[in-house]
Nanobody
Framework: VQLQASGGGLVQPGGSLRLSCAASGSIRRLTNMGWYRQAPGNQRELVAE???????TYADSVKGRFTISRDNAKNTVYLQMNSLKPDDTAVYFC???????????????WGQGTQVTVSS
């Protein structure tokens, strides 16, 4: 199973970016999917998470600005980021809880990070 993240880049304060993360491989089902971020010198933190049923959770720092969504048919999770601030600068990682084909257990998979830089 692989998670491929894309969509990062450099944006000015107040701007927007949309991150995507597509899961591929021997997937039977995906449960929770989410986005985390890690700024230099900081621990990785949860940004937003979405269940297979569409229930969402957000970090307080991004509520009202970021929106997480998913396309179950495409095994893809998105993060729409609006009103970006310099404090949002970090490497963003996607994560998914996966049940692989032929397996009974669930396990987490991480995508590679994508850099988001908010600067004028």
């Amino acid at each position: 199973v692989q998670l491929q993240a894309s969509g990062g880049g450099l944006v000015q304060p107040g701007g927007s970016l949309r991150l995507s993360c597509a899961a591929s491989g021997s997937i039977r089902r995906l449960t929770n999917m989410g986005w985390y971020r890690q700024a230099p010198g900081n621990q990785r933190e949860l940004v937003a998470e979405i269940t297979s049923g569409g229930t969402t959770t957000y970090a307080d720092s991004v509520k009202g600005r970021f929106t997480i969504s998913r396309d179950n048919a495409k095994n893809t999770v998105y993060l729409q980021m609006n009103s970006l601030k310099p404090d949002d600068t970090a490497v963003y990682f996607c994560k998914s809880i996966v049940q692989e084909t032929g397996r009974f257990y669930l396990r987490p998979y991480w995508g590679q990070g994508t850099q988001v830089t908010v600067s004028s």
